[in-house]
């Protein structure tokens, strides 16, 4: 049984920064994309990052671009999401997701995901 717990949410804010973690187990890490999706009361969840199987790929949406950074360590079956310049729109609760394909690459669908963690909250006040 894969399992996903998230950390590191909290009360920042505008302009600080939080890093987030999601430890995973009951498969192989190393060998599945990760992602973290977020969302905001009455919005959809949206796709925040994403990073491939082996770190070596990612991809950011464009509210994120240049100001999170996703990354992981394989050794430590850990995703980390460091968020700088938080902005009040960034309040959301932030979850992380493991892909569903073996040997994944960057995965921009919530289909693409398998298992999900149970979120974090995340509020940046202005």
């Known amino acids: 049984q894969v399992q996903l717990v998230e950390s590191g949410g909290g009360l920042v804010q505008a302009g600080g920064s939080l890093r987030l973690s999601c430890a995973a187990s009951?498969?192989?890490?190393?060998?599945?994309?990760m992602s973290w999706f977020r969302q905001a009361p009455g919005k959809e969840r949206e796709l925040v990052a994403t990073i491939n199987y082996s770190g070596y790929s990612t991809y950011y949406a464009d509210s994120a671009k240049g100001r999170f950074t996703i990354s992981r360590d394989n050794a430590k079956n850990t995703v980390y999401l460091q968020m700088n310049s938080l902005k009040p729109e960034d309040t959301a609760v932030y979850y992380c997701a493991q892909g569903a394909r073996l040997l994944g690459s960057v995965e921009v669908t919530i289909k693409g995901y398998d298992y999900w963690g149970q979120g974090t909250q995340v509020t940046v006040s202005s």
């Open positions: 009951g498969r192989t890490f190393s060998r599945y994309a």
